[in-house]
């Protein structure tokens, strides 16, 4: 596995994760606008009512905002990762190889198959990354019980 995982492995890995992290920031901008034009729309007689439909809307235009701002961040986090740029420990755009899994810290992602391999993006805050923070190439660390021994750091 550590022979595969490469720069231009890492820049597929980056491609994918960006790909989707931008439909779903697209996606949670349309339901978000979707509902503040329904919130606009039903709000026209809100003299004639105590509770304006318009503030349960504006609740869930809040918790959309949410999404979109969780979003942001994540590809925000993703554009920032130098693809080209080798890294010799763990730190914020590596990606790591391990027995266990292969992780590309810069933000969190559902781990997501890229040809025969699957990647879990991390940010810098999860528990794992705290493990395996600073370690190098053979290197090991311990999560959740878990041996980890890193095989290449790209």
């Known amino acids: 596995m550590s022979k ?8 597929s890995v980056l491609k994918l994760f960006l790909t989707c ?17 329904a919130a606009n729309m039903g709000d026209e007689d809100k003299e004639s009512q105590i509770e304006s439909p318009m503030e ?13 701002d969780h979003f942001s961040m994540i590809v925000s986090n993703l554009k920032q990762v130098d693809p080209n740029l080798m890294k010799n420990n763990v730190e914020f755009g590596a990606l790591v190889s391990t027995n266990n899994g ?37 290197d090991s ?7 980890y021994k890193i095989d290449r750091i790209v």
Do not use: Y
């Not at 595969?4 to 820049?11: G, I, L, N, Q």
């Not at 349960?56 to 959309?64: F, L, P």
């Not at 559902?110 to 923070?133: C, N, Y």
């Open 4 to 11: 595969a995982v490469s720069t231009d492995f890492k820049k």
């Open 102 to 138: 292969i992780f590309l810290v810069a933000a969190p992602v559902a781990k997501t198959g890229t040809g025969s391999f699957e990647v879990t993006g991390i940010s810098t805050q999860a528990p794992i990354f705290k493990a395996m923070e600073g370690k190098e190439e053979g």
């Open 141 to 147: 660390f311990e999560f959740n019980q878990k041996k």
């Open 56 to 68: 349960g809307m504006m609740e869930d235009v809040q918790i959309q905002g949410q999404s979109v």
């Open 21 to 37: 992290a931008e439909e779903q920031l697209n996606k949670f901008k349309a339901m978000e606008q979707d509902l503040l034009d």
